[in-house]
């Protein structure tokens, strides 16, 4: 069936890297668009990143412009979201989905910023 | 950037209740709102989409409409599963926003 799968995250210090990784099945995947939103705890949904389906095109929330870069490789259906110079307020649950509207989510793969 | 604002902030109703939910863009975003159903430890699930088209597998009981800048997300009869903060998001002009929810809980 139509699914994604995160994985990458765990607990990190502030200024350190994190490379999270989203695995799609039961679609194609090379068609789409894929975007990264997060929810801090206790926070409502931010979208983070958003790639084009052959990757040529890509945004980044203000948020995290120059420190997150976001990419896909459509041979191994996977898309990717390194996080570089990370700080706490960067702490929430990472989902991956196929956009747009975002009608595929993955579970979710928790990010956490602390010394 | 398109501010979205959403009301009530919580809305407290029993199964069996309709609720009306209310998303309100800083300018027009046409039709391209959508509306997501969010559950703590689920991951959001896409309920309308394009202001008033029902996602894959959604129950007719979720209506959506309007357009430009005020969108109505409407549960004609509460189900117990329905109780969750619903967050709409305009993607008509970048960046793509949210709106910060409305809970639907339990009354």
């Known amino acids: 069936q139509v699914q994604l799968v995160e994985s990458g995250g765990g607990l990190v210090k502030p200024g350190g890297s994190l490379r999270l990784s989203c695995a799609a099945s039961?679609?194609?995947?090379?068609?789409?668009?894929m975007t990264w939103i997060r929810q801090a705890p206790g926070k409502g949904l931010e979208w983070v990143s958003y790639?084009?389906?052959?990757?040529?095109?890509?945004y980044y929330a203000d948020s995290v412009k120059g420190r997150f870069t976001i990419s896909r490789d459509n041979s191994k259906n996977s898309l990717f979201l390194q996080m570089n110079s990370l700080r706490a307020d960067d702490t929430a649950v990472y989902y991956c989905?196929?956009?747009?509207?975002?009608?595929?989510w993955g579970q979710g793969t928790t990010v956490t910023v602390s010394s | 950037e398109i501010v979205l604002t959403q009301s009530p902030a919580t809305l407290s109703l029993s199964p069996g209740e309709r609720a009306t939910l209310s998303c309100r863009a800083s300018q027009s975003v046409s039709s391209l709102l959508a509306w997501y159903q969010k559950k703590p430890g689920q991951a959001p699930r896409l309920v309308i989409y394009?202001?008033?088209n029902r996602a894959t597998g959604i129950p007719a009981r979720f209506s959506g409409s309007g357009s430009e800048t005020d969108f109505t997300l409407t549960i004609s009869s509460l189900e117990p599963e329905d109780f969750a903060v619903y967050y709409c998001?305009?993607?008509?002009?970048?960046?793509?926003?949210f709106g910060p929810g409305t809970k639907v809980d339990i009354k």
């Open positions: 039961g679609f194609s995947f090379s068609d789409y668009y």
């Open positions: 989905a196929r956009a747009a509207p975002m009608d595929v």
């Open positions: 998001q305009q993607r008509s002009i970048w960046p793509p926003t």
């Open positions: 790639i084009s389906s052959n990757g040529h095109t890509i």
């Open positions: 394009d202001a008033s």
